[in-house]
């Protein structure tokens, strides 16, 4: 199988530039036609082309490969986290947030407060819970903010 961009003539109109794929078939060749990028811009088609052509598929000697945060576990623990009320009844205000952060932390990678700093600086924590730098300082003041709040939490959760 093997996919291409194609210029078709189309009488008098504009030639239509279609991606199509061609394929076997009881031992004849045969081509489909998967989507029509007439419309596309010439810059975006051309990239397109390119890409088919295999022209993207080493990465350029002179940029190294990089990696951005790791996001998918620390996003999907703050959706359960929202589901359950636990975001709603933390609050939204900084402490808030970094113990909702240890309570996530907690579920992901069990450790110490140290750890779970060390935790964040590879994954989006900014980016999924807005919170910006922090040490494992932040996170004990956290803790000593929530816990004369506990038993009213507990409450709150048990109730939704």
């Given at each position: ?16 530039i279609l ?118 300082d932040d ?22």
């Open positions: 199988m093997c996919m291409y961009i194609a210029t078709v003539p189309n009488r008098n109109s504009p030639s239509a991606l199509r794929e061609s394929f076997r078939e009881g031992g004849h060749v045969r081509t489909r036609t998967l989507a029509n990028l007439t419309a596309w811009a010439p810059e975006r088609i051309e990239a397109l082309r390119r890409a088919l052509k295999g022209e993207f598929d080493g990465v350029s000697g002179d940029l190294p490969p990089t990696c951005g945060p790791i996001f998918a576990i620390l996003f999907v623990l703050k959706q359960l986290a929202d589901r359950i009320g636990l975001t709603r009844v933390l609050g939204k205000e900084r402490l808030a947030k970094l113990a909702l952060f240890l309570v996530l932390v907690r579920v992901a990678a069990q450790g110490s407060r140290l750890s779970a700093v060390r935790w964040a600086d590879n994954h989006a924590v900014a980016e999924t819970l807005g919170l910006g730098r922090f040490d494992a996170l004990y003041a956290a803790l000593e903010a929530l816990a004369p709040r506990q038993a009213q939490i507990e409450d709150t959760l048990y109730r939704v």
